[in-house]
């Protein structure tokens, strides 16, 4: 039987925070993105995510380390052990008979009801040809499939409809949630993968990449905006970028370096459906090695104390 402590490379000891650091290892190295040409790591990752989907739910694992189901959640059969000889019935009522949980019987269970014993393994009573009404134990789903999807900045601002590629090859376009953050959880219901009560799911996290000229301020997208000296003393109409496209802005005559102008709308959408904010600072870049502009500045000096404040 496969061992799912063997496959992720822990102890059986070992606690949920070793665990999950074990498979986030495993699954960064075998993610089938990174291992598009070789089938063998996508095997090993659907192996290394079936362990951990079974180890980190503590009543499978438990149920699992006392033999009733094996990696795949599945019964194991009965086994018959027990001092004393014989789960039917040895001497003194030993109980020695297991079947997905349940304890034997021996000779003190007078009266016992076989179709309940047998329930979770033939689908119910109706196994043994008695009276319906038994609970059949549902068939276990397949193990969940965890990915990564690398989603930019603005696009993330914007909720941009992104695509990702599935194990099995398949592609599917998501729609980015309300409120999207780094680390965000997605579940596609039903991706995951085959078993023989269905598919299990696709579980998808969101990792926002950094940006070349953006940067998110809680709810609100910041953009430091070089502009000219004539356009800060003149004032202009600019273009500006925006995750979703370019606006135009005005810059009032007199501004200076480090002033802030608002976008309204354009940062990042809370879960109410809401968004934040595009803050723009200007920047002031001189040229460098203007003669012409030295010339006209030749004999004027700014007379303001702009560093009166600081007390120098």
Same mark, same amino acid.
């Given at each position: 039987?496969?061992?799912?402590?063997?496959?992720?490379?822990?102890?059986?000891?070992?606690?949920?925070?070793?665990?999950?650091?074990?498979?986030?290892?495993?699954?960064?190295?075998?993610?089938?993105?990174?291992?598009?040409?070789?089938?063998?790591?996508?095997?090993? /990752?659907?192996?290394?995510?079936?362990?951990?989907?079974?180890?980190?739910?503590?009543?499978?694992?438990?149920?699992?380390? &006392?033999?009733?189901?094996?990696?795949?959640?599945?019964?194991?059969?009965?086994?018959?052990?027990?001092?004393?000889?014989?789960?039917?019935?040895?001497?003194?009522?030993?109980?020695?008979?297991?079947?997905?949980?349940?304890?034997?019987?021996?000779?003190?269970? %007078?009266?016992?009801?076989?179709?309940?014993? /047998?329930?979770?393994?033939?689908?119910?009573?109706?196994?043994?040809?008695?009276?319906?009404?038994?609970? %059949?134990?549902?068939?276990?789903?397949?193990?969940?499939?965890?990915?990564?999807?690398?989603?930019?900045?603005?696009?993330?601002?914007? &909720?941009?409809?992104?695509?990702?590629? !599935?194990?099995?090859?398949?592609?599917?376009?998501?729609?980015?949630?309300?409120?999207?953050?780094?680390?965000?959880?997605?579940?596609?219901?039903?991706?995951?993968?085959?078993?023989?009560?269905?598919?299990?799911?696709?579980?998808?996290?969101?990792?926002?990449?950094?940006?070349?000229?953006?940067?998110?301020?809680?709810?609100?997208?910041?953009?430091?905006?070089?502009?000219?000296?004539?356009?800060?003393?003149?004032?202009?109409?600019?273009?500006?970028?925006?995750?979703?496209?370019?606006?135009?802005?005005?810059?009032?005559?007199?501004?200076?370096?480090?002033?802030? !102008?608002?976008?309204?709308?354009?940062? /990042?959408? &809370?879960?109410?459906?809401? &968004?934040?904010?595009?803050?723009?600072?200007?920047?002031?870049?001189?040229?460098?090695?203007?003669?012409?502009?030295?010339?006209?500045?030749?004999?004027?000096?700014?007379?303001?104390?702009?560093?009166?404040?600081?007390?120098?």
């Amino acid at each position: 039987m496969a061992d799912p402590y063997s496959i992720l490379g822990v102890a059986r000891g070992a606690d949920e925070k070793d665990i999950k650091s074990a498979y986030r290892k495993l699954a960064k190295e075998l993610h089938p993105d990174r291992n598009k040409d070789n089938p063998k790591a996508a095997e090993r /990752f659907s192996e290394v995510t079936r362990a951990y989907d079974l180890l980190s739910d503590k009543d499978k694992r438990a149920r699992f380390d &006392r033999g009733e189901i094996d990696i795949d959640g599945n019964p194991t059969g009965f086994g018959f052990g027990g001092p004393g000889g014989g789960g039917f019935g040895g001497a003194g009522g030993q109980r020695g008979f297991r079947a997905d949980g349940f304890e034997g019987f021996g000779g003190g269970d %007078a009266g016992i009801d076989l179709g309940d014993i /047998f329930e979770g393994l033939f689908g119910g009573r109706g196994g043994f040809g008695g009276a319906g009404g038994g609970r %059949a134990r549902p068939a276990p789903k397949g193990a969940n499939v965890s990915y990564q999807l690398g989603v930019s900045l603005p696009d993330a601002a914007a &909720r941009a409809t992104q695509r990702i590629t !599935l194990a099995d090859g398949k592609t599917i376009d998501l729609k980015l949630p309300a409120g999207v953050e780094d680390g965000t959880q997605m579940r596609l219901a039903g991706k995951g993968e085959a078993g023989p009560g269905g598919a299990g799911d696709a579980i998808v996290t969101i990792r926002i990449q950094p940006h070349a000229f953006f940067r998110r301020d809680g709810d609100n997208l910041r953009l430091d905006l070089p502009i000219t000296l004539d356009e800060a003393l003149n004032g202009a109409k600019i273009k500006v970028p925006t995750a979703e496209g370019a606006v135009m802005l005005t810059v009032a005559p007199g501004s200076s370096s480090g002033k802030t !102008l608002r976008i309204p709308g354009k940062g /990042f959408s &809370r879960k109410d459906g809401s &968004r934040g904010d595009q803050l723009v600072t200007l920047e002031i870049q001189l040229p460098e090695g203007d003669a012409d502009l030295a010339k006209r500045l030749e004999g004027w000096t700014d007379q303001r104390n702009l560093r009166a404040r600081f007390g120098v």
